[in-house]
């Protein structure tokens, strides 16, 4: 019984036809992962902006309190007037007359303290328009994205399709005997399941081979690496 031959040309092409293949599966495995990136960064965005709303309410809320206290604080010191107007003593008129001192001191610290609150009102503005941009910025990356992996999915599964029929049909050129070696070393090695011969060396693991299957392979017998495995095949221009 003579050994089975395989030509250069189904091997090379067989080898072809793996990187393809596995090339198209990185890209089309791509694009869900670019979307799910994409959508988490809208949802970080999402947050941020929540954050500056939720600041700049807490904010208000504290400001508005003080407003309040001041409002309070300043109708105290009408009724310590008025309180005043009808004082039946000097002593009692030199109470509320402190008393109005000591509250209009306090005013004016609180004051303050609003005016200087007032002026960063911007800044907590500010912060969500800034937010509510990078939330839109991220929205409308995220529709593109979507788009795009939209339009460039069914043309990657067509051409998988196409390159797994023809790697069918390249495969039915394979002898026989040497399918199931073959198929073993695809599961386990992929697009790496076959190698060109660099001289005598493994153009996968870069062992050298033994003379037995370089003539082997010079024979278009197919040959594995001893080493790593490869189905063998004669580089281009040999
Ligand atoms: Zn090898």
Do not use: W
């Amino acid at each position: 019984m003579s050994a089975p031959t395989v030509s250069t040309e189904i091997l090379r092409t067989l080898h072809r036809l793996h990187r393809q293949l596995t090339d198209l599966r990185e890209r089309l495995a791509r694009g869900p992962k670019q979307i799910a990136a994409a959508e988490s960064n809208l949802a970080a965005r999402q947050s941020l902006l929540e954050k500056a709303k939720a600041e700049e309410k807490a904010f208000r809320m504290h400001l508005d309190a003080k407003q309040l206290q001041l409002k309070t604080s300043e109708a105290r010191i009408g009724e310590f007037q008025i309180k005043r107007n009808a004082a039946q003593s000097n002593r009692e008129y030199q109470t509320f007359t402190e008393q109005i001192g000591a509250a209009e001191m306090a005013n004016s610290v609180l004051e303050d303290e609003i005016l200087e609150a007032m002026e960063k009102a911007q800044e907590y503005k500010d912060k969500i328009a800034q937010a509510e941009a990078e939330l839109a910025a991220a929205r409308q990356k995220l529709d593109e994205i979507r788009a795009k992996v939209a339009e460039q999915e069914p043309r990657l599964t067509a051409d998988m399709t196409r390159l797994e029929a023809e790697l069918k049909r390249a495969e039915e050129d394979l002898p026989p005997e040497i399918r199931d070696p073959y198929r073993r070393v695809v599961k386990h090695l992929g697009e790496d399941a076959l190698a060109p011969l660099e001289n005598q060396y493994c153009g996968g693991c870069n062992q050298q081979i033994t003379l037995n299957v370089y003539s082997q392979i010079m024979m278009n017998q197919p040959a594995f690496c001893k080493t790593c495995g490869r189905l063998l095949y004669q580089k281009e221009g040999k």
